[in-house]
């Protein structure tokens, strides 16, 4: 079995609101002596689907955006051992022990909820956005909808998901500005494919309906 280490920025670039790599910031303070996380990945994924893992290296030298180190913790599949001395770089690095200083807005991008049909999901877009109250803490009251719905499809609660905001932003986060609006408010896209406020939307209906 083969492997090879992910670059962790094209992960980062494919979802930038669910994939955390450290900052530039905290890349800078790293030094001899530090642990960072690096993804090992299977170079042929096995038939259980095993792709790889992550695991944690100490650095024995720093040059610029490269690095030497070695494994600091045991495999469960890879055949590498604990010591394997390894060359790696910056793009390889999807965790520290520093503390982020934008944590509070990663933790936002993991930890807040939203409801999302399932068509949205699957056509990764949506155009129709909806705020009601919160119903506990991580709960946002925000519901996005791909606006192909019909009634039968919104009726049938199996054909709603619950996922973190941060998903919902890897499809468009031009309504990074909407989502901090307070409930009860609604949009949707316009067709140039920017959303607007609904000011007439029937609250009665919705809430009482």
Not at 69 to 89: H, K, Q, R
Not at 119 to 137: K, S, T, Y
């Amino acid at each position: 079995m083969k492997w090879c280490l992910d670059d962790v920025r094209e992960m980062h670039a494919a979802a930038p609101y669910t994939f955390y790599i450290p900052s530039e910031e905290v890349f800078r303070q790293l030094k001899v002596g530090d642990l960072v996380k690096l993804i090992f990945m299977n170079e042929h994924p096995s038939s259980d689907g095993y792709g790889g893992e992550r695991m944690w290296v100490k650095i024995t030298d720093v040059q610029g955006n490269q690095f030497e180190g070695v494994l600091d913790n045991e495999p469960y599949y890879l055949p590498i051992e604990v010591g394997t001395e390894l060359s790696f770089g910056i793009e390889h690095i999807c965790q520290t022990e520093y503390e982020e200083p934008d944590g509070e807005k990663w933790d936002y991008y993991a930890n807040t909820f939203v409801i999302v049909s399932a068509d949205v999901l699957e056509r990764e877009e949506f155009h129709f956005m909806l705020r009601d109250n919160p119903n506990g803490e991580e709960d946002s009251g925000w519901s996005f909808l791909s606006g192909y719905e019909d009634d039968a499809y919104l009726s049938d609660t199996e054909n709603f998901l619950i996922v973190s905001i941060g998903v919902v932003l890897n499809m468009d986060d031009s309504i990074l500005s909407i989502v901090q609006q307070p409930p009860l408010c609604a949009y949707e896209r316009d067709e140039e494919g920017t959303f607007q406020e609904i000011e007439d939307y029937d609250w009665d209906g919705y809430l009482n309906g």
